[in-house]
């Protein structure tokens, strides 16, 4: 609707996300070059204890499944009238590249209240970020994720709006700090001790995009 209602020429998005890659911590902040929406699936039969089969006709649930569930592109229809099945949206390749660009970049490694990350927290740019609609808490479907989609980061909404972004013809980019490690820490999820300090680092780093674009 916005996009509809505005001259949007472009959309930078910002926010927190679960760390999928073992090698980022709490507190980093990634720039992915592309989401998609690993959740969107097929909910496949049991045909034998613990062994699921797809439906003959469906064609497109190939990529490896969690159990029951195989993921699925998303149907896009664009501007221009043209439909499409896809599952991966890139981020405009002209606002990555300002991105590279962005050294030393000031993160926080600790918020207002004194909680404080266990690393100094970094910035990347590159790799993939996916998102479903729901929160992740789980090691076992955060290993699966990294291995199957080679993800860094995955959230709630930055796919959605990378193929809202992609359906209109609008360049995007997406910066996202981790929160919390999406089942992959030893105990308790860590977004309700470190939100706070990793939705500053992804404003951080998206005010000095800004002052790099302009």
């Known amino acids: 609707m916005a996009l509809e209602r505005f001259r949007v020429t472009h959309i930078v998005f910002s926010g927190i996300a679960g760390g ?23 909910a496949a039969r049991e045909v034998a204890p613990g062994q699921f089969a797809t439906p003959g006709w469906m064609k497109d ?20 009238g043209k439909k499409e099945s896809k599952f991966w949206f890139d981020a405009d390749p002209k606002l990555l590249a ?27 740019v590159g790799g993939n970020g996916v998102s479903g609609q729901v929160f992740v808490d789980n090691a076992a479907l955060r290993e699966y994720t990294f291995k199957t989609f080679e993800a860094n980061v995955l959230d709630m909404e930055t796919a959605a709006v990378a193929q809202v972004a992609y359906a209109n013809g609008v360049p995007y980019i997406a910066f996202r700090s981790l929160s919390d490690l999406a089942g992959g820490g030893k ?16 404003a951080n780093v998206l005010m000095a995009f800004l002052s790099a674009w302009r």
């Open 20 to 42: 999928v890659n073992p090698a980022l911590n709490i507190g980093d902040v990634v720039v992915a070059e592309r989401w998609g929406q690993y959740l969107e699936t097929l």
């Open 61 to 80: 649930a190939t990529m490896p499944a969690f159990g029951m569930w195989y993921p699925r592109p998303v149907g896009v229809l664009t501007k221009s």
């Open 98 to 124: 300002i991105a590279r660009t962005m050294t030393n970049v000031p993160l926080a490694d600790c918020d207002a209240a004194k909680v404080c990350l266990a690393t100094k927290p970094r910035f990347m």
């Open 187 to 202: 105990g308790e999820n860590e977004i309700e001790t470190f939100f706070k300090v990793a939705a500053d680092n992804s």
